[in-house]
């Protein structure tokens, strides 16, 4: 049984058809990255995922629970569905730390103590234990980001989506990011959307090139850089490796 | 001093019943629907743009026409509310739409219902970005609460008034007054302090409105 399993979702923006029909799996412990052009629904296919924008027709099937139902309750579901956005979208008036345990406390009721430590434990996970106090104002965005990971790393997940976690950061921040994912890959499942294609390369089990509103083509990296079945694939990769260089070596 | 107290209790009743239906019109303006939005948006614009006094004799006279007898008392702090009320939600609305969605979609995606975003995220945030708003509201409720003289409620200018009209003390108007406008501008002075102090206390880093140099 996978982990996540998309099955023929279609969404619709007004008349403005973004997804068409999108069919993909995650394994336990999987890592996927989602490449693909602006505009074609990468973000939106996240959304669908957790349900903030619930797909129009299709399935989303989260460890063996069809989360599409209606009848579920999906606050329940989206604890177990971690999210690092492209703009962090941390608390502005938590410290580091209270923007790890929030969730904990209020959502997953646990005792105050016990939630900080728990929070604690994330921020050391990714090298913030002497930043705890501080407010994301304080924070780089680096340091944001990675803040924003142990928060969604603290509701223990069953998966992580990630939004172009990098993209808004200045091209020395990223480094220490991915580095954080880095660690995480094998341990946690996960779904990025990302242009850094040296960790597409190095981390990912596949990489899922979306167009248009279709998956055009998924296979392991090698297979994607090297000899990819369609034309446009290739294309894509090699214009994002040398848009984004690919500092990242082998 | 009846009527020091008495004004004290006008601006604190009116200031609490204002400040959480205030949250509540400036919550349902934002995040409610058609009929709800129309409606709370007349009502702040009929409060703001009706004088105080009038809104006192509407709620007292007015009220009391149609059978609603209400104590002086009770009509004022119902007025002073009804008015500040319909400022504070504006207050509200603009740090409301001032603190980004994201946050609140950050928020839901930890599994938190509508509601506790409000309460956890939004609510903490719309409070301390309004302080420095509201505690001017707070000035101008508290000297305001002289108009419920109209009524007759016996608040500090009016006690003041019945002092400088025993005969003896006639001659004594000018100094009266001026221990009466020293009390509000002390009350007023005071309460800023404290408000300031609560403002640092709860500042979120890095939105502080100074500069350090
Ligand atoms: N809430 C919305 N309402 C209407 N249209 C939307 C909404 N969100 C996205 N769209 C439209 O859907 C299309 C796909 O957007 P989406 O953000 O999913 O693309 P993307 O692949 O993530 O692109 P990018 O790489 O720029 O982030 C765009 O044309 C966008 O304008
Ligand atoms: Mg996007």
Redesign the interface.
């Known amino acids: 049984m996978s982990m996540l399993e998309l099955k023929n979702i279609h969404k619709k923006y007004g008349s403005n058809e973004i997804l068409k029909g999108v069919t993909f799996s995650l394994e336990k412990g999987e890592t996927k990255v989602i490449i693909g052009p602006s505009g074609t629904g990468k973000s939106t296919l996240l959304r669908c995922i ?1 349900q ?1 924008h619930p797909p129009d027709k299709g399935e989303v099937w989260l460890d063996g629970e069809e989360i599409t139902n209606k009848n579920i309750n999906i ?5 177990k ?3 690092v ?1 492209q ?7 938590l410290t580091a730390l209270q923007n790890v345990s ?2 904990l406390e ?2 997953k009721k646990m005792e105050k103590e016990e939630a900080k430590k728990r929070a604690m434990q994330e921020l050391r996970r990714v090298g913030l234990e002497n930043q705890a106090e ?5 924070l780089s965005g680096g340091q944001k980001q990675r803040v924003g990971i142990a ?1 969604a790393l603290a ?1 223990d997940p069953m998966i992580i989506l990630f939004d172009e976690p990098t993209s808004a950061l200045d091209p020395e921040l990223i480094g220490e990011v991915l580095e954080v994912m880095q660690g995480l890959a094998g341990k946690v499942t996960m779904l990025c959307v990302t242009h850094e294609m040296g960790f597409a390369r190095n981390v990912a089990d596949e990489i899922i090139f979306m167009e248009e509103g279709y998956v055009l083509e998924a296979g392991p990296p090698m297979k994607m850089f090297k000899n990819p079945d369609h034309k446009r694939t290739g294309e894509f990769l090699g214009k994002i490796a040398t848009l984004y260089g690919e500092n990242k070596e082998e | 001093m009846g009527g020091l107290l008495n004004t004290i209790l006008l601006t604190f009743f009116s200031l609490i019943i204002a400040t959480v239906f205030g949250m509540l019109l400036a919550m349902g303006r934002v995040y409610g629907k058609a009929p709800l939005t129309t409606i709370i948006y007349v009502y702040e614009k009929i409060f703001r743009g009706v004088p105080l006094l009038v809104i006192f004799f509407l709620v007292y006279l007015g009220l009391g026409q149609i059978g609603i007898n209400l104590l002086p008392f009770t009509a004022a702090i119902i007025g002073l509310a009804l008015r500040s009320s319909a400022y504070q939600a504006q207050i509200f609305r603009s740090a409301i739409n001032s603190i980004p969605e994201g946050q609140n979609i950050a928020a839901r995606t930890l599994g938190m219902t509508k509601i506790q975003s409000i309460i956890h995220i939004m609510i903490p945030q719309v409070l301390r970005l309004s302080i420095p708003s509201w505690s001017n509201e707070f000035t101008i409720v508290l000297k305001d609460t002289s108009i419920a003289l109209a009524l007759g409620v016996p608040e500090l200018l009016r006690v003041a008034g019945q002092i400088y009209a025993i005969p003896n003390y006639f001659d004594y108007i000018l100094p009266i007054l001026l221990v009466v406008a020293i009390i509000y501008f002390i009350i007023v002075i005071l309460v800023n302090k404290i408000l300031g102090y609560i403002e640092k206390k709860y500042k979120m880093a890095g939105f502080e409105v100074s500069v350090e140099r």
Do not use: C, S
């Open positions: 957790n903030l606050n329940r579901i989206r604890q569905i971690g999210f956005f703009d962090f979208n941390l608390f502005n008036h929030i969730g209020k959502v501080q407010y994301p104002a304080e928060r509701m």
